[in-house]
C-alpha cells in the first residue's frame, strides 16, 4: 500500500473515501509481492495493481463492496483447470488480498501514507489474519522507535508488532510475521513469495516498509554513463555521477542524474553514505581511477560492485588491485567485466546488460533464459538478516 503513498495521501487530504486491496501472502508463482496495492475511490478512480491484471477486475469489485458495507476482508485466488471462465491466476500462484476501507479513523494508516508520501522512512504493521476484531488494525514505527496506532489485544501483541516492524524496516524490507495472541513470536519473519501455514489461535501481521530510494553510484562521465542513469532511474534508483574531470560530468551531459559531483572517485566514495541496497558501476576505464576507487569500494557493505573494461583490461586491474592490498575475498565480490553477457555494442545495451546483472545478483537470478530452465520464475525473498550478500 504504501507504493501508492503520493496519490493516496492526496485522496486524504482532498477527504475523499477509498478502499486499499493489499497482497497479503503469494503461493507459488505470482505476479506481485505482498504490499502491492489496488486501491479504488468512491467515484470508481483506480490507481495500483495486484496481479498484473488477472484477478483486478474481482478485486475491483470487492473495493467498491468494502466501501458499501465498511467490512475489512480477506480473499484468495487462485488457478482453477476446472472451469475456464473463473477468476484466478494464469500463472498458477495463489494470492491472499486484504481490502480494508479508509476512513478518518484510520489515523495509523493516514499518518504512514503521509511520511511515505514525504519520502520519510516508516513502516506500517497491520493484522492481515486474525480474529474478525482485529482484522486491519495497524500500527506506525518509524526508525527512532516511535509509533502510532495499536493492534488492540494482549498489550504484549503491540510490543511484538513495534518490534518486528522497526526490525523490517531497518532492513528496508517487507514481509509478513506470525505472532500468538499474546504477542509471542511463531517463527521467523518472513519476507518470502510463499504463503505459509499460520500460528494456530494467533495471528499474521504484513509489515510494509517505505524507505528512500536505493543508491546507484556511476563513476566515470562517458556515454555509458548516460545510459546506464537512465537504466538506473528507471529501476528505481537514486542515481549519482561520479568523476574528477569536470569538463565532462556536467548536467547538460547527464539531464536524468539526481546527482552530479565532481571529485576524484575514491575520494568522493570515502565521505559519502553507502549501505546494503547500493550498487557502485565503475566506468571510468582508467587505473589512474580505478584502482584506488575499487580499494575503496570492494571493502564496502555494498550490494554490487561492477567495472568496465576488456579482459585484458580486467587482468591488468586484477593484478594491480593485489599490489594494492586487496584480499581474494574482497576481489571475488567484484562483477568484471560489468555486466552479462548479451552481444550488447551500443551504450543502451551495454547499460541494460549491466542493470540485468544488478538484478539477477539481487534476486539471486541465473541470468541464463528462462526457456529450458526448471529453476522458479520469482525467488523467494530472503528473510530479515538473510539480505542479499555483496557481490
Not at 327 to 345: K, M, T, V, Y
Amino acid at each position: 500500500m504504501l507504493d501508492l503513498a503520493g496519490q493516496l495521501h492526496e485522496w486524504i487530504e482532498e477527504g475523499r473515501d477509498f478502499a486499499v486491496a493489499t497482497v497479503v501472502a503469494v503461493g507459488g508463482s505470482a505476479p506481485r509481492p505482498p504490499g502491492a496495492a489496488l486501491a479504488v475511490s468512491a467515484d470508481g478512480t483506480a490507481v495500483g495493481s495486484v496481479s498484473g491484471g488477472c484477478v483486478e477486475g474481482a478485486v475491483y469489485d470487492l473495493c467498491l463492496q468494502a466501501l458499501q458495507d465498511g467490512e475489512t476482508r480477506v480473499e484468495r485466488f487462485g488457478y482453477s483447470d476446472e472451469d475456464a471462465f473463473a477468476v484466478g491466476l494464469t500463472c498458477g500462484g495463489t494470492i491472499d488480498i486484504m481490502i480494508t476501507p479508509y476512513d478518518a479513523g484510520r489515523t495509523a494508516q493516514a499518518a504512514a501514507l503521509s511520511a511515505a508520501a514525504r519520502g520519510e522512512p516508516v513502516a506500517l504493521a497491520r493484522v492481515v489474519h486474525g480474529p474478525a476484531g482485529l482484522l486491519g488494525r495497524a500500527v506506525l514505527v518509524r526508525p527512532d522507535g516511535t509509533h502510532e496506532g495499536g493492534l488492540g489485544g494482549h498489550p504484549g501483541l503491540d510490543r511484538t508488532a513495534i518490534a518486528q516492524a522497526g526490525a523490517l524496516l531497518a532492513d528496508g524490507r517487507t514481509g509478513t510475521v506470525e505472532v500468538s495472541a499474546n504477542g509471542a513470536r511463531w517463527g521467523s519473519p518472513r519476507t518470502e513469495s510463499g504463503g505459509g501455514s499460520h500460528c494456530p489461535g494467533g495471528l499474521t501481521l504484513l509489515v510494509e516498509s517505505a524507505v528512500p530510494a536505493p543508491r546507484m553510484i556511476v563513476f566515470g562521465a562517458i556515454d555509458f554513463s548516460a545510459a546506464l542513469v537512465r537504466a538506473g532511474k528507471f529501476l528505481g534508483y537514486h542515481v549519482t555521477v561520479c568523476d574528477a574531470r569536470p569538463v565532462f560530468a556536467t548536467r547538460v551531459r547527464f539531464p536524468e542524474a539526481d546527482e552530479i559531483v565532481v571529485d576524484w572517485p575514491h575520494r568522493y566514495l570515502r565521505r559519502t553514505d553507502t549501505d546494503a541496497r547500493t550498487v557502485l558501476c565503475v566506468l571510468t576505464h582508467d587505473a589512474k581511477f580505478d584502482i584506488p576507487l575499487l580499494a575503496e569500494a570492494l571493502r564496502l557493505p555494498v550490494a554490487y560492485v561492477g567495472a568496465m573494461g576488456s579482459r585484458r583490461t580486467h587482468e591488468d586491474r586484477d593484478r594491480r588491485l593485489r599490489e594494492a592490498g586487496v584480499s581474494e575475498r574482497e576481489l571475488a565480490r567484484l562483477r568484471s567485466p560489468i555486466g552479462l553477457d548479451l552481444g550488447a555494442r551500443t551504450p543502451e545495451e551495454t547499460a541494460l546488460s549491466i542493470a540485468a546483472e544488478i538484478i539477477a545478483a539481487r534476486h539471486g537470478g541465473t541470468g541464463r533464459p528462462l526457456t529450458g530452465s526448471d529453476t522458479p520464475i520469482h525467488r523467494d525473498e530472503r528473510a530479515p538478516g538473510q539480505l542479499p550478500q555483496p557481490v
